[in-house]
């Protein structure tokens, strides 16, 4: 099978690296070998620590590249730009392509795919969502037999690094993002980690294959962690939770619900454990029940597993063309559904800082409580009016709050979050 490669960065080396490594092993499961034939990269000059594969092309021109014969393209270059048109000539090309660039599915994926069916290319995507956890397979051929009623995972390793950093340290954000910066786990800019975009590009994608529907990533209501200090985690955790950027989809009848944003999360739920650059996802079928996994969600090596995984089933799939689709995308389709925001019934989180303890919360209380807001936990810690909610929308509760009396609050300084609870614990 001749490869070509897009980007030889750590990823792209790392790519070459396990196809060296199990290069016998890689020969045997597809019943002939693997070579890397060519190799495109911004800067041929640059110094790579490793070598590229010996009788490989490498060059700068894309002329050049294309002027080369592959069965199979791996594109290893960073999101967005360039790269998001070199995919689409592959495609035209009618070479088979594995990706992780995720913004390229979550912007373009309708015209991608149906680029993709027409000149009758399998496009693989296992690398766009989550590293080393194999969640792209699981949700479109593992659990094909269910209808997923539930989803919730954690897709951002960068943003789940900097939470538990802030919350085993007690460390703010900026002492915690550099962290994962010198660990190699975020790029230099984290903009996109740290406001969730990086996440609601990828539950993009996740919707429209378990729900084959279409997916506007704009139409995601995305709340980042960029706000968060590390006392948000800290009461969290005098609260028995702990926070964590939940990217989450449930069916409703209203539609489907799809949110991204920091929750609080109760210690004795298994998201909860999920530390550092792992990522996690939750999910609930029908057929199969209540359904966990976990991996590594950041680096070179669980980036370049995924893209192997997926060069190794296309490979062994593209002698069979046949008829009907050929992807797990959804052609042709229309849009997702999705539930009107706020309208959702979710339990809250609420820190309001107290100016005058003496004039006392009671009639702030009461105001809640006419507005049937009632409380299931609430505290007075570090001078800070802590409550958790009981199950409640979120529009009914800002109502509550923008008409409250102050009571010796500043409520205009207040934060907001969810308490993730699956939808089943309601």
Not at 84 to 110: I, K, M, P, S, Y
Not at 183 to 197: F, R, W
């Amino acid at each position: 099978m001749r490869i070509g490669l897009i980007g030889y960065g750590r990823v792209g080396q790392a790519v070459a690296g396990l196809f060296e490594r199990h290069r016998d092993e890689y020969a045997r499961r597809l019943g002939e070998a693997c070579e890397i034939v060519s190799v495109l990269c911004r800067d041929t000059l640059k110094q790579r620590e490793r070598a590229v594969p010996e009788g490989a092309a490498y060059t700068d021109e894309e002329r050049e590249f294309f002027d080369c014969a592959h069965d199979l393209v791996i594109d290893c270059a960073p999101s967005g730009g360039r790269a998001e048109d070199l995919v689409v000539r592959c495609v035209e090309r009618g070479w088979d392509v594995a990706t992780g660039n995720q913004t390229l599915l979550a912007r373009r994926g309708d015209e991608l795919f149906a680029l993709a069916e027409e000149k009758r290319v399998r496009i693989g995507f296992e690398g766009v969502l989550a590293g080393g956890m194999p969640l792209t397979g699981a949700l479109a051929y593992g659990m094909g037999a269910n209808r997923i009623d539930e989803f919730a995972a954690l897709l951002s390793a960068t943003c789940n690094a900097v939470l538990t950093k802030m919350e085993r340290d007690d460390v703010g954000m900026s002492e915690a993002l550099a962290a994962a910066r010198s660990a190699g786990i975020t790029e230099p800019d984290a903009k996109c980690d740290l406001s969730g975009l990086d996440s609601a590009e990828k539950l993009a994608v996740v919707a429209s294959v378990l729900y084959q529907r279409p997916v506007d990533v704009d139409s995601i209501r995305t709340t980042g962690i960029d706000r968060l200090t590390e006392e948000d985690q800290r009461l969290a955790l005098e609260l028995g939770h702990t926070i964590r950027l939940v990217a989450r989809a449930q069916r409703t009848a209203q539609g489907v619900y799809l949110r991204v944003a920091p929750m609080l999360v109760e210690r004795h739920e298994p998201i909860a454990s999920v530390m550092g650059s792992r990522c996690a996802a939750f999910l609930v079928g029908d057929a199969c029940g209540r359904v966990m996994m976990t991996g590594e969600g950041a680096g070179a090596m669980p980036a370049a597993s995924a893209l192997v995984s997926d060069a190794l089933r296309l490979g062994g799939l593209r002698a069979h063309r046949g008829e009907g689709r050929l992807n797990a995308w959804p052609v042709g389709e229309a849009p997702l559904e999705i539930a009107p925001a706020g309208e959702t019934i979710k339990r809250f989180y609420v820190r309001i800082p107290i100016t005058n303890h003496d004039q006392g919360v009671r009639p702030f209380l009461d105001h809640l409580r006419a507005h049937e807001i009632e409380m299931r936990t609430l505290h007075e810690l570090a001078g800070m009016l802590v409550l958790i909610t009981e199950p409640t929308s979120r529009q009914r509760l800002d109502a509550a709050l923008d008409e409250a009396p102050p009571a010796g609050l500043e409520l205009k300084k207040r934060v907001t979050l969810r308490v993730y609870t699956p939808e089943w614990a309601l």
